[in-house]
């Protein structure tokens, strides 16, 4: 028989823990986000639909962006048992300086449109993390900002060969003397990705005044304050080349670069380069014979060619075909610490976050862009721990599996098949 008392208040009290109240109300909404998906939700509560879906879409059917991420969610993990790691090294050692961490900031174009601290929230956490931070040619804060911002950590340039050749030469040793240590020279883009979502929402840059966004920011109203009592929006690094943004965004795509024009940023860049925007062996390879410093195995995010390949599945050939010592960097898809933990498992050196460092800053300004990098942290932490490993240095591809959902037709079993 069950035993019964009168209930002791002192034993009560010990059983009922009150949490303490968060008054401020942007730490709370913070506090609240487990997840980058959580970041993602307040994000789109608090940034108008064109803002938005600028930095959420991805071009045509968004079929690239939908793949990537499917495929960080279709890794099975392999744990070691009875490997005790207590503590976990998550530094690394990349082109030549450290990392905290084993991701950085990706760069992203027109960064204030999405929350007005824009770069300067990006490059001040990863200053504080110990990451580095890369500020895109169309940035919305002056090279020479970003390096106030973050005078003492690594700072890296996003480089668009443009068609006025002479432009980017500039930005290029603009950046060198700034003392940023690594070009990422992009070269995925000849021409704009179809990004369905700005064109059906009449979208623009700078954003224009319609009855649909009048209605839609109405709800909004800190986005729209901060929007008109802050710096004009403009592409800070170009805003002495003249042009309006459309002739500038235009001139930053040229189908005409070449291995060339890599010849000559290489004579003008003194620090490290990398290519971003490699989606076969055959050009990592060539890449490699080229004597760059390393590759981003990227798509752009998915928003340039739709339907192109997925940076975490060429990952692994690429890395057998380039070898242990070239330097192999992803992006692409990634929302949580463990498809970092993956990557690096199968052969990434480094990864890069773009949205996820974008929901961040939606969400809270500087302060969420802290929390991306502490969510993305502590997910890392949890999975080395549980995969029974101490440092990235153990983790190798035995503990990764790569589900397959979209597998290859052969040419050959094509031809079968239409007979």
Not at 318 to 323: E, T, Y
Request: glycine residues 10%; aromatic residues 6%.
């Amino acid at each position: 028989m069950v035993q019964r008392q009168v209930p002791n208040p002192a034993e009560l009290l010990e059983l009922m823990k009150f949490k303490k109240p968060e008054f401020n109300g942007k730490k709370r909404r913070l506090d609240s986000a487990l997840t980058i998906d959580d970041l993602r939700t307040i994000a789109k509560r608090r940034t108008p639909k064109a803002a938005f879906d600028y930095t959420d879409g991805a071009a045509e059917g968004e079929l690239s962006l939908t793949r990537a991420r499917q495929a960080f969610q279709d890794v099975e993990f392999h744990p070691g048992i009875l490997r005790p790691a207590p503590t976990v090294d998550t530094s690394v050692e990349i082109l030549g300086g450290p990392s905290a961490l084993p991701f950085g900031i990706a760069p992203t174009g027109f960064t204030r449109l999405m929350q007005t601290e824009g770069e300067i929230a990006g490059a001040g956490a990863a200053a504080a993390a110990g990451i580095p931070f890369t500020l895109s040619t169309l940035g919305t804060t002056s090279i020479e900002g970003v390096r106030e911002t973050n005078p003492h950590g690594r700072n890296w340039f996003q480089l668009y060969v443009m068609r006025d050749r002479e432009i980017s030469y500039e930005l290029a040793r603009r950046a060198a003397a700034a003392g940023f240590d690594t070009l990422q020279f992009t070269v995925d883009t000849p021409v704009a990705g179809a990004r369905l979502r700005d064109k059906r929402n009449g979208f623009s840059i700078p954003p224009q005044l319609t009855l649909g966004t009048i209605v839609n920011a109405i709800p909004r109203p800190w986005w729209w304050y901060d929007f008109l009592t802050t710096p004009k929006l403009e592409f800070a690094s170009l805003s002495t080349t003249g042009g309006t943004v459309g002739e500038l965004l235009d001139a930053a795509m040229d189908p005409t670069i070449s291995y060339d024009d890599l010849a000559v940023i290489r004579d003008i860049w003194p620090g490290k380069i990398v290519i971003k925007g490699v989606q076969n062996v055959e050009d990592s390879v060539r890449l490699r014979d080229e004597g760059v410093d390393g590759i981003v195995l990227s798509n752009h995010g998915g928003r340039q060619l739709d339907r192109a390949p997925i940076p975490f599945h060429l990952l692994p050939e690429v890395r057998r075909a380039v070898g242990d010592e070239f330097t192999v960097m992803v992006d692409t898809g990634i929302m949580n610490g463990a498809d970092i933990v993956a990557a690096v498992a199968l052969g990434a050196d480094f990864t890069l976050i773009g949205r996820a460092y974008l929901y961040g800053l939606m969400a809270g300004g500087r302060a969420g862009v802290d929390r991306t990098i502490q969510i993305l942290r502590t997910e890392i932490e949890r999975t080395m721990r549980l995969l029974g490993v101490a440092s990235l240095a153990e983790l190798e591809p035995a503990h990764v599996t790569q589900l397959t959902r979209l597998v290859p037709v052969s040419r050959a079993a094509a031809a079968v098949e239409v007979r």
